[in-house]
T-cell receptor, first 115, second 113 residues
Framework: AQSVAQPEDQVNVAEGNPLTVKCTYSVSGNPYLFWYVQYPNRGLQFLLKYITGDNLVKGSYGFEAEFNKSQTSFHLKKPSALVSDSALYFCAVRDELGNFNKFYFGSGTKLNVKP | DGGITQSPKYLFRKEGQNVTLSCEQNLNHDAMYWYRQDPGQGLRLIYYSQIVNDFQKGDIAEGYSVSREKKESFPLTVTSAQKNPTAFYLC????????????FGDGTRLSIL
């Protein structure tokens, strides 16, 4: 069955330090992976995606994510966190072999960046 | 600008009342979705539609109904059968290709009076 896990409910980091938000997935075929960010009382905004090719994907606002097939992970990273990065982050996957119109979301990770 | 518009932003429901949440997109996307978000929880799929005049139940469809009469519109009705409707409701759309992300509206917050 398809699923996404975000093992940390919350991640705390100091401004200027690197950040990592973790995501692991389970799908039947090749995964199509996405990261979204949500600010309070807003919808989700797309940050980046992995489809195929380079394992390091670069996205919006200086975020990047590393795809690791053997560990079935797709961790979100940023070299230097900003206070304005504080938000809720969601990982999502589409399954190549499943109903590709269905997205499976993780439970979300709240990122707190302190000045 | 292309996007998804949800209305109203805030909605209040009385006991025994049905309410309808609006979702309109001008992205020319084939697929549309409704999700429910509760505090501290992720997104749960209520219904989705891949083409006009067709829709499928998601994981928590009980107490909800939808229609897809036009490509750009996918309204959600929260019926009186939904006993715990207080939540943040998100509408999304996507083009029918697996390598493309979903686009989201800014949500409707539904509360019980």
């Amino acid at each position: 069955a398809q699923s996404v896990a975000q093992p940390e409910d919350q991640v705390n980091v100091a401004e200027g330090n690197p950040l990592t938000v973790k995501c692991t997935y389970s799908v039947s075929g090749n995964p199509y992976l996405f990261w979204y960010v949500q600010y309070p009382n807003r919808g989700l905004q797309f940050l980046l995606k992995y489809i195929t090719g380079d394992n390091l994907v670069k996205g919006s606002y200086g975020f990047e994510a590393e795809f690791n097939k053997s560990q079935t992970s797709f961790h979100l990273k940023k070299p230097s966190a900003l206070v304005s990065d504080s938000a809720l982050y969601f990982c999502a996957v589409r399954d190549e072999l499943g109903n590709f119109n269905k997205f499976y979301f993780g439970s979300g990770t709240k990122l707190n960046v302190k000045p | 600008d292309g996007g998804i518009t949800q209305s109203p932003k805030y909605l209040f429901r009385k006991e025994g009342q049905n309410v309808t949440l609006s979702c309109e997109q001008n992205l020319n996307h084939d697929a549309m979705y409704w999700y429910r978000q509760d505090p501290g929880q992720g997104l749960r799929l209520i219904y989705y539609s891949q083409i006009v005049n067709d829709f499928q139940k998601g994981d928590i469809a009980e107490g909800y109904s939808v229609s897809r009469e036009k490509k750009e519109s996918f309204p959600l009705t929260v019926t009186s059968a939904q006993k715990n409707p207080t939540a943040f409701y998100l509408c999304a759309s996507s083009i029918g290709q697996e390598n493309q992300p979903q686009h989201f509206g800014d949500g409707t917050r539904l509360s019980i009076l």
